[in-house]
Nanobody, 120 residues
């Protein structure tokens, strides 16, 4: 299973970006998906998480500004980021909890990350 993230870039504060992350490979079912981020000198932190039923959780720092969604037919999750702030600057990583076969075994997979830079 591979996860490919895209959509990062350089934007001014107050603007928006949408990240995408698509899972490919041998996939029977994708359970949870989500996004984490890591800024230079900081630990990786969870940003948003979406369950298989579509319910979502967010870090307090992004609530009201970021929205996570998923397209199960495309094995894809999206992170819509509005009202971006310089402190949102980080490498954003997507992840997915994947059941590869009909066996009841699931594993976490991570994408390589996409850089988001917000200028003031």
């Amino acid at each position: 299973v591979q996860l490919q993230a895209s959509g990062g870039g350089l934007v001014q504060a107050g603007k928006s970006l949408r990240l995408s992350c698509t899972a490919s490979g041998t996939i029977f079912n994708i359970e949870d998906m989500g996004w984490s981020r890591q800024a230079p000198g900081n630990q990786r932190e969870s940003v948003a998480h979406i369950n298989s039923d579509g319910s979502a959780n967010y870090a307090d720092s992004v609530k009201g500004r970021f929205t996570i969604s998923r397209d199960n037919a495309r094995n894809t999750t999206y992170l819509q980021m509005n009202a971006l702030k310089p402190e949102d600057t980080a490498v954003y990583y997507c992840y997915a909890h994947v059941q590869a076969t009909q066996l009841p075994v699931s594993m976490d997979y991570w994408g390589k990350g996409t850089q988001v830079t917000v200028s003031s």
